[in-house]
C-alpha cells in the first residue's frame, strides 16, 4: 500500500493500479490526533474526510481495471 508519496492530487494514479488496494499517508489526518491516540477521531475524519479527498477516491474507484 502506497504511503509516504500519496497526496489528494496523486492519490487517483496510485488506486487505478490493479496492484494497489487503498493508499495512506499523514496528510489524511491531524498527526496530533495520532500521538495522542484519538483513534474515534481518526475514525470519524477518514470516514467524513475532505470532500476533495472523498470525490477523488470515488473517480479513482471507478476507474476501469
Known sequence: MPSGVVT???MRDYLALPM???VS???MTEPA???E???DEVTAGARGGPQS???TFARAC???R
Do not use: E, F, Q, Y
Open 33 to 35: 490526533l495520532l500521538r
Open 62 to 64: 471507478s476507474v476501469s
Open 8 to 10: 489528494a492530487d496523486n
Open 20 to 22: 494497489v488496494p487503498a
Open 53 to 55: 479527498v472523498i470525490t
Open 37 to 39: 491516540g484519538r483513534w
Open 25 to 27: 499517508d499523514s496528510w
